[in-house]
């Protein structure tokens, strides 16, 4: 089967930076498009970025100029670099996939999360 595990999440200061990465294993033949959402206390899931296979981005409007998304086609890796972060962004991120495997369907494969805080 197919996993993807999120790592990098935590506390951080209100201004500062954190890192987030998602690495998928597997039964993989290819990884289609990647992306991020969160979800805050009391509210709906929400979706933070995308990435194509090609590197083709795109963001929530909250986001944009703060966040950066990318991906490591050979590790099978994406990655939420998050700066200048504000308490709104407080949640659970997870990520997402759309997989090739072995069975030669492409399905949307879902991390477990990772929380974020970020204090006043």
């Known amino acids: 089967q197919v996993q993807l595990v999120e790592s990098g999440g935590g506390l951080v200061q209100a201004g500062g930076s954190l890192s987030l990465s998602c690495a998928a294993s597997?039964?993989?033949?290819?990884?289609?498009?990647m992306a991020w959402y969160r979800q805050a206390p009391g509210k709906a899931r929400e979706l933070v970025a995308t990435i194509t296979r090609g590197g083709s981005t795109k963001y929530a409007d909250s986001v944009k100029d703060r966040f950066t998304i990318s991906r490591d086609n050979a590790k099978i890796a994406v990655q939420l670099q998050m700066n200048s972060l504000k308490p709104e962004d407080t949640g659970v991120y997870y990520c997402t996939a759309a997989i090739l495997s072995t069975n030669l369907r492409v399905v949307d494969y879902w991390g477990r999360g990772t929380q974020v805080t970020v204090s006043s």
């Open positions: 597997g039964s993989i033949i290819s990884v289609n498009d």
